[in-house]
């Protein structure tokens, strides 16, 4: 898809002074939105499901302790894409593939510790991101991916997404339990959704923001349901990988492919492409 524009920033005059501008970076520290981003991000999810069972069935820590762990193994790797100047796949896709796991674990600890109905969980989710949309629009005047180059939009985007996370957990598991499809029809379900929300903005003008921000919501129950179809066992409806084969068969094409980005940098926003999307 191609996505957003941002409003240009004020150009001084000789009467005015100039205006300070909130961007501290001259790179973006999101990769270009590409074939490559949508398949990493299913991929990403996916482990989000699967590591998120594996380590409540196998840490041995309870829920609320494996949420503490990644949380907190989580807050490092942000620390780290916080200090890079600009975008580095080797940096930004671990981040995502953790906020994965912790916006699961989130929306597990609610649903299963805290007995919060999955109707009330997505609605909660989904206020919040509303929220986390308004103030970045109010504080930015943009919700542009073409120009996350400040810590502030950086703030915002990371919020964003680990609320796109949990909401598409919480809202993945009201379907699948309310409609009972299975893991297979579920998975295309959400594909199907996907695409009918590629079809409107291609074809019917739905704006670019909610256009992205919609289909990377539910690329999370997609990327769930096919984790769960790989590991769940067969008497469940699913091929019986498990969640450590399913966990490591993905990581390690994740891997390849970060690998394959990093090298090539075909995912990266270069300045004067940015230029001319924000002016």
């Known amino acids: 898809m191609t996505y957003e524009t941002s409003e240009p920033l004020p150009t001084p005059t000789a009467d ?9 970076r001259h790179w973006n520290k999101v990769p270009e939105v590409t074939l490559y981003f949508w398949v990493i991000k299913v991929l990403c999810t996916t482990v989000g499901e699967t590591a ?19 949380s907190a193994v989580l807050a490092a790797v942000l620390v780290a894409q ?4 600009g975008y580095r796949a080797g940096v930004y896709w671990p981040v995502v593939a953790l906020i994965s796991v912790v916006g699961t674990l989130i929306s597990d600890n609610l649903t299963d510790n805290m007995g919060v109905p999955l109707e009330a969980s997505t609605a909660v989710f989904a206020i919040v991101l509303a929220v986390v949309f308004v103030v970045w629009y109010r504080r930015e005047r943009t919700l542009s991916i073409h120009s996350v180059d400040s810590t502030s939009r950086e703030s915002f985007y990371w919020l964003a997404v680990l609320f796109t996370f949990a909401l598409g957990t919480a809202a993945g598991d009201l379907v ?31 704006d670019a923001v909610w256009s992205f921000w919609i289909a990377y919501i539910l690329t999370r129950p997609l990327g769930a349901s096919i984790g769960d179809y790989l590991s769940q066992p067969t008497g469940d409806g699913g091929l019986g990988l498990g969640t450590v084969v399913t966990s490591v068969l993905f990581l390690a094409v994740i891997l390849g492919l970060v690998v394959f980005l990093a090298v090539t940098r075909k995912d ?3 300045p004067e492409r940015v230029a001319r999307q924000t002016a």
């Open 268 to 270: 990266v926003t270069e």
């Open 52 to 70: 998120a069972d594996l380590l409540n069935e196998k840490a041995g820590l309870g829920l609320t302790g494996v949420s503490a762990l990644m």
């Open 82 to 85: 916080f200090r890079t100047s």
């Open 176 to 206: 699948s339990e309310r409609m009972n499809l299975g893991y297979w029809l579920s998975a295309a379900l959400f594909a199907l959704a996907i695409a009918a929300v590629a079809v409107a903005h291609f074809a019917l003008g739905l």
């Open 16 to 24: 005015a002074p100039p205006t300070r501008s909130r961007h501290r």
